[in-house]
């Protein structure tokens, strides 16, 4: 089983729909992060925790939400889905100390 | 602000042979990690190799190696003999210290195709 599990996998969602995207992870983490990668753009980040109590936004925030249910899991929330959303998304997970961020598979995202 | 910049969209090398992958970075933290990940057309995100600001030595990992040159603010990732299993995307990215954290900001990667 993978340590950082993405459900779902795919979607394809309608314009204005309200659609969540989840994460959980079993490598006993503190950080966990949500990325979106689009052609030509590499990966931005969304949204990041640090622990339950902390949320943070990144670099394109508006748009989405989170929440960081429990150590383990962090979700991430379009309320009202755009087209310009659809793309691939990522969540990861780093431990304090340690230097590379651990992926999940991805989730690929269709607003149409 | 934090910046990465990959400036090869796309890369092709002979199978056996090397080929380096440009990154160049801005920071004015003194304290930062460099790192290097593979997405190959599956699309998972595969760590490849770290490099900290402090340390001394280029860090290498089977067959890739960073090129760390800090006075230039690079940190080329070098794969030596090639195999068409190494065709993939690339990403360079740069976490920021503060806080402790491994905030990763990343580059526009690099395609490369190992070719026959």
């Known amino acids: 089983d993978a340590d950082v599990t993405q459900t779902p996998r795919n979607r394809i969602t309608k314009t204005g729909k309200r659609i969540m995207l989840e994460c959980s992870q079993t490598k006993g983490h503190d950080r966990m992060y949500w990325y979106r990668q689009d052609p030509g753009l590499g990966l931005r980040l969304i949204y990041y925790s640090f622990d339950v109590k902390d949320i943070n936004k990144g670099e394109i925030s508006d748009g989405y939400s989170v929440s960081r249910q429990a150590q383990a899991k962090f979700s991430l929330s379009l309320e009202s889905a755009i087209p310009n959303q659809t793309a691939l998304y990522f969540c990861?997970?780093?431990?304090?100390?340690?230097?590379?961020?651990?992926f999940g598979q991805g989730t690929r995202l269709t607003v149409v | 602000a934090q910046k990465i910049t990959q400036t090869q969209p796309g890369m092709f090398v002979q199978e056996k042979e090397a080929v380096t992958l440009d990154c160049t970075y801005d920071t004015s933290d003194p304290s930062y990690g460099l790192f290097w990940y593979k997405q190959p057309s599956s699309g998972e995100m595969i760590f490849l190799i770290y490099?900290?600001?402090?340390?001394?030595q280029n860090a290498t990992e089977g067959r890739y190696s960073l090129n760390f040159q800090k006075a230039r603010k690079s940190a080329n990732l070098v794969i030596s003999a090639s195999q068409l299993g190494d065709s993939a995307m690339y990403f360079c990215?740069?976490?920021?210290?503060?806080?402790?954290?491994?905030?990763?900001?990343f580059g526009t990667g690099t395609q490369l195709k190992v070719e026959l």
């Open positions: 490099q900290g600001s402090y340390d001394q």
């Open positions: 990215a740069m976490r920021e210290v503060t806080g402790g954290g491994n905030k990763l900001t």
């Open positions: 990861a997970t780093s431990d304090w100390g340690r230097t590379e961020a651990f």
